[in-house]
């Protein structure tokens, strides 16, 4: 029934522009969840999701609505005008008027909480010590995703230089004080601790991870954990594995460290130049000392990382197991047979092991999970040698590598750059670096679908694999303890006290509050 027009309220006017406006703001927000929408197709977006089809579908009813709304109103005629009434003399009742205005308030707090804050807009910089090729899988998986999100593109930053000089560029650009290039940092698994305590990274926001954290594997993930913290996700994790060649009879997996490392080995080494290449060049030396040391029995850093300290923690503490692993070690480049002794041991890198082992001219080799991908780049130098071989599980306990995904702490896209973490280093693309780049993954679900038996012997290896030391001062101490290891060559050799006080010294100056 029409009123008179005597008898329209004054509030025609402001209903119109009220429903106007509402539906303005109803519009451009289910527009801005659509737009979003490719960035949510995930198990913990599907409120984002829901919620974008819920107000795709009010935007078309109010659109479609307008018209008629807007006629009735100004008429004072119909369905619209009779809710306006209603809702107008409820609300000149108190109690009612309270129910209203709670209804509209939980409505409206409920929407902020389930959905999602938008990702801020931008570019995002990786910035990462190693000097990427163009076909390295790593990335293909950035480009993959800046082709699904070109508003939140990508882009990696090399830190050139040899290892000291990459990890100073890292870390100024991560201090208070520094350039803040980068959003996200790959880093290696030595520097977490350092990162963590100088407040250089951002906590990784668990609140949507739900049950996906746990199918990271334990050994890669502890290295991004400090507490009930989770400071990074692994990008790829490492391993030692022992290569050995099948086209050489008598050649067989060993069964002990000396097996690959020491006399037994050149024994077996079936007339080659050597049964190994000593891996000595910078951090491999720590490495290779890390394992001599744990095979012996040694305990200076245990398997989770912790330096042993005398009782008074005045000197880190070495015992017999410790000095026997370290004079084995050093005995492998002073033995004939054991070691190739060109190149240098102490110019050798992992990769140049590779290169000697693709030659033909070792028996057996120590390196990481991911020479065996380089070996099969190498397949006509194997050829042209009669080079076969296969991996094997290092007897005695290995040294855990790899890579994480960190956020820095003064980035000023947090939302965007945990997006693109969580991209890098799901399970579809942990695949993806597993069977094109050879790498390691981080997630048991990628090797519970692997085929053929090196991920196998990776997962194997990884379950007993040890930590190198968790400290803020990491750099530090692997140079000084390096050049204690390399002192220790006779039975008559010791650290003495002086060098031991130093490395517990470096130690304190890494923790924070520290002296120094």
């Known amino acids: 029934m029409t009123d008179p027009v005597g008898r329209r309220p004054g509030c025609r006017v402001p209903l119109i522009v009220l429903f106007v406006l509402v539906t303005l703001v109803v519009t451009s927000t289910s527009a801005r969840l659509a737009a979003d929408a490719d960035e949510w197709w995930r198990v913990d977006g599907i409120p984002h999701l829901a919620a974008t089809g819920v107000m795709l579908v009010v935007s078309s009813v109010l659109i479609t609505a307008l018209p008629r709304a807007a006629k009735e109103f100004w008429q004072w005629s119909g369905p619209f005008p009779s809710v306006a009434e209603r809702v107008?003399?409820?609300?000149?009742?108190?109690?009612?008027?309270?129910?209203?205005?709670?209804?509209?308030?939980?409505?409206?707090?409920?929407?902020?909480?389930?959905?999602?804050?938008?990702?801020?807009t931008g570019e995002l910089v990786i910035m990462t010590a190693s000097d990427l090729s163009p076909g390295d899988p790593r990335n293909t998986l950035v480009e993959q995703w800046n082709e699904s999100r070109p508003r939140h593109r990508a882009r990696i930053v090399t830190a050139a230089g040899e290892t000291d000089e990459q990890h100073e560029r890292i870390t100024s650009d991560a201090r208070q004080d520094g350039e803040h290039e980068a959003d996200i940092y790959v880093l290696d698994v030595v520097w977490m601790t350092e990162f963590i305590d100088n407040g250089y990274l951002r906590a990784v926001d668990r609140s949507n991870s739900g049950d996906d954290l746990d199918d990271f594997m334990a050994p890669a993930r502890r290295t991004c954990e400090v507490g009930d913290e989770l400071w990074a996700l692994p990008l790829n994790t490492d391993v030692g594995l022992i290569y050995h060649r099948t086209d050489i009879p008598g050649i067989t997996p060993p069964t002990s460290w000396d097996g690959h490392s020491?006399?037994?080995?050149?024994?077996?080494?079936?007339?080659?130049?050597?049964?190994?290449?000593?891996?000595?060049?910078?951090?491999?030396?720590?490495?290779?000392?890390?394992?001599?040391?744990?095979?012996?029995?040694?305990?200076?850093v245990t398997e989770d990382g912790d330096v042993t300290l005398t009782p008074d923690k005045s000197r880190v503490r070495f015992t017999k197991n410790d000095y026997e692993g370290m004079r084995k070690l050093n005995a492998e480049t002073r033995t004939p047979g054991v070691a190739l002794d060109d190149p240098l041991p102490?110019?050798?890198t992992a990769p140049d092991a590779v290169e000697q082992f693709?030659?033909?001219?070792?028996?057996?080799?120590r390196n990481w999970a991911v020479a065996r991908e380089q070996l099969t780049d190498r397949r006509d130098e194997l050829d042209a040698a009669g080079v076969t071989f296969r991996a094997a599980i290092p007897p005695t306990p290995s040294v855990l590598g790899g890579q994480n995904?960190?956020?820095?702490?003064?980035?000023?896209?947090?939302?965007?750059?945990?997006?693109?973490?969580?991209?890098?280093?799901?399970?579809?693309?942990?695949q993806i670096l597993a069977e094109i780049g050879g790498f390691a993954p981080t997630r048991d679900s990628?090797?519970?679908?692997?085929?053929?038996?090196?991920?196998?012997?990776?997962?194997g290896a990884l379950r007993d694999a040890g930590l190198r030391p968790r400290t803020a001062n990491y750099t530090e101490f692997s140079r000084a303890f390096r050049a204690a290891v390399?002192?220790?060559?006779?039975?008559?050799?010791v650290i003495s006290d002086d060098t031991a006080r130093e490395l517990a010294e470096i130690l304190r100056k890494g923790r924070p509050g520290g002296s120094g």
Do not use: W
């Not at 693709?358 to 080799?365: I, L, P, Q, V, Y």
């Open 346 to 348: 102490e110019d050798t």
């Open 88 to 120: 107008l003399k409820a609300l000149v009742r108190p109690l009612k008027a309270v129910g209203v205005v709670s209804t509209v308030l939980v409505l409206g707090l409920g929407s902020c909480v389930l959905l999602p804050s938008p990702l801020e």
């Open 446 to 459: 990628v090797y519970d679908r692997a085929r053929g038996e090196h991920l196998g012997q990776v997962r």
């Open 405 to 430: 995904l960190a956020i820095s702490a003064h980035t000023d896209e947090p939302k965007a750059a945990q997006a693109l973490v969580e991209f890098l280093t799901s399970a579809q693309s942990q």
């Open 358 to 365: 693709a030659k033909g001219r070792t028996a057996f080799m």
């Open 262 to 300: 020491g006399i037994p080995a050149a024994e077996a080494r079936g007339g080659l130049e050597a049964a190994n290449t000593a891996q000595f060049s910078g951090e491999m030396f720590m490495v290779e000392a890390l394992e001599a040391i744990r095979a012996a029995g040694g305990e200076v």
């Open 486 to 493: 390399k002192s220790v060559v006779t039975a008559q050799d």
